[in-house]
T-cell receptor, first 116, second 117 residues
């Protein structure tokens, strides 16, 4: 079946502009995660959605970052007034559900964001 | 708070050598899960294995094997008879499933494995 898809694959933007990144999770997966990967580093958790529950925003680095998800479908991550330190690959992942059991997360190909 | 440490940032081996990638974790939860992911040069993360904290049995999958030891908080990954296609960055990750319903992953910094022909 189809995996997690993300768009755009690459985005170059000028400092101060807003950007919107999109993620399409695997159909039927109720949990959706956004992570950030800076060059040569591991992944940092940003935000998590589970069904219609309130999202866990504990990983968002500043109030310039926000994300939305409608039901169990597409999610968008928005970065306002981008800064050079926002340059990274933004990865989306989905998993069947969450709770007492941690299921593997399936990752999309990522969006490489470059802020000039 | 949880933490994952992969002390080896880069390893270089010659094809057919065995190689072990180390992973040490910290958590206060008694219920947790450990994962390994592979990130080839294409960039997409590929899931390799999931192990829960109550199952310390080692696992073997083809040339891959994993050694989980709670006593040392380690979850090491061994590739036997390495191949050039194994060249990638490998990430170890931890998810706490007890009180943290989000099950988000905490990643180590990754180990870059280069297998030379």
């Amino acid at each position: 079946g189809a995996g997690v898809s993300q768009s755009p694959s690459n985005k170059v933007t000028e400092k101060g502009k807003d950007v919107e990144l999109r993620c399409d999770p695997i159909s039927g997966h109720t949990a959706l995660y956004w992570y950030r990967q800076r060059l040569g580093q591991g992944l940092e958790f940003l935000i998590y959605f589970q069904g219609n529950s309130a999202p866990d925003k504990s990983g968002l680095p500043s109030d310039r970052f926000s994300a939305e998800r409608t039901g169990e479908s597409v999610s968008t991550l928005t970065i306002q007034r981008t800064q050079q330190e926002d340059s990274a690959v933004y990865l989306c992942a989905s998993s069947p559900r969450t709770g007492k059991v941690s299921y593997e997360q399936y990752f999309g190909p990522g969006t490489r964001l470059t802020v000039t | 708070a949880q933490k994952v440490t992969q002390a080896q940032t880069e390893i270089s081996v010659v094809e057919k050598e065995d190689v072990t990638l180390d992973c040490v974790y910290e958590t206060r939860d008694t219920t947790y899960y450990l994962f390994w992911y592979k990130q080839p040069p294409s960039g997409e993360l590929v899931f390799l294995i999931r192990r829960n904290s109550f199952d310390e049995q080692n696992e073997i999958s083809g040339r891959y094997s994993w050694n989980f030891q709670k006593s040392t908080s380690s979850f090491n990954f061994t590739i036997t008879a390495s191949q050039v296609v194994d060249s990638a960055v490998y990430f170890c990750a931890l998810s706490e499933a007890g009180r943290n319903a989000g099950n988000m992953l905490t990643f180590g910094g990754g180990t870059r494995l280069m297998v030379k022909p």
